[in-house]
């Protein structure tokens, strides 16, 4: 920044360059508000960045956030973004071994060919008729809650009538999601599958009284107004670049290496005192938007803490030479991997995960889940990778709390990802450090981030990936009208932990700005 930029007073000062806080400076650049964002790091982007994480190789991975679900198309095209997203052909495989030999449940790739899958491991058509039923129910209750992530919050009744469904409403906001998986499947298998979605980044059980599996449920279910996860063609950081070009056009000051320290208020008017390599300064504002978690809300502000936040995932990104062979020769890896490939995610071994992780220990089997970036959109490999037939793999861990690694994190770390490709190849042909590619200096390339890393490298309080327990998306005491107003009137919080936040979506940068935009229009 110009060395006397600290003496301007802006319309919107943001702290913090994740996605969230880029939506919210390109829609008020866009409206004429003049907008200052300030990044701790030295590039935008957050969680939601591509990087090349392997010394010599020419892969760009989605080094954290890696899907596409809760972003609305509303958002692209509003701010005109250069941003693409292609859906995936293959929904998930499972893999399974059942009387001895291998097999699995392959969802995707239409109609029949589920179907089948569906015979091929149950014997019947029960349970895909159940699957069919059920995931139309949650398909009916998306229609009618994404489109009101974007708009001011509904109360519990209005969103209750907008769903018109009481069995829908009962089933996703009323009991534990347990009950309804156990009433309407059978298979182990196909529970596990069902219940997965209720605990990505959430430590709960399938019967947890406070519903936080359910509202993770909710939000991994109505993405787009279908459910659908995407892949983000050249990776996650191409939306965030998309967004901070868009900012920039519009008018917006993005500067790095510019670390929030303090915001002052009276309500009316603010002032931000951030700290670089050369010292602080200040930027006064009329109004703060806050793209860091509610825990760094409150240390910027002085105010009372919230209650600590935990997460409980191993993030694992991976370069192949070329894709393992499975134990189940029906299923294709390229159709396997493409989708979401389930390992050790069946219900009672959730069940018994997450009952091991709360008496404080490592699951014995760990569950996670893994998908192949490339084989859906190869332009993150440079010309010579792709053709040579290299492949990325990301791996999803769950239930693994941040309290598990706070003994030894290094340690920790290395145990779990061990015996988490273990489980990996217990269903593969061949071990899949044999297809793992190596950096310039020899090493594997396979990087595990646990919370703790996360808290460290990005400030995810207790490494939560959604910074605190999701929220159901109406209002509620204390909520406000968009669910990003604070104690402050003219400061809010634009990420993660607002009210609808969680997930690469955009919504709490979207409605921080329209709330700014009523407040002074």
Known sequence: MPANEHTRTYDAVIVGGGHNGLVAAAYLARAGRSVLVLERLDHTGGAAVSTRPFAGVDARLSRYSYLVSL???????DLGLD????????????????????????VG???QRTREAFARLTGGEREYRTWQRFYGMTARVAERVFPTLTEPLPTRDELRRRIDDETAWRTLFEEPIGVAVEENFTDDLVRGVVLTDALIGTFADAHDPSLAQNRCFLYHVIGGGTGAWDVPVGGMGALTDALAAAARAAGAVIATGHEAVRIATDDH????????????????ARHVLVNASPHELAALTGDPAPEPAEGAQLKVNMLLTRLPRLRDTAVDPREAFAGTFHIAEGYRQLATAHAQAAAGELPSVPPSEIYCHS??????????????????LTLFGLHTPARLFDRDNDAVREELLKSTLAQLDAHLAEPLADCLATDADGRPCIEAKTPLDLERDLRLPGGNIFHRALSWPYAQEGTGRWGVETRHANVLLCGAGAVRGGGVSGVPGHNAAMAVLEATS
């Open 71 to 77: 972003l609305p198309q509303k958002i692209v095209r």
């Open 83 to 106: 941003f693409q997203v292609r859906a995936r052909t293959i929904s998930s495989y499972t893999p399974a071994e059942r009387d001895g030999r291998p097999t699995g449940l392959l």
């Open 109 to 111: 790739g239409g109609e």
């Open 269 to 284: 008017r603010a002032e931000v005192t951030y700290r670089t390599a050369d010292g602080e300064g200040v930027a006064a």
């Open 375 to 392: 084989l859906t959109d190869p332009t993150i490999l440079g010309p010579d990778l792709a053709e040579r037939g290299y492949q990325t």
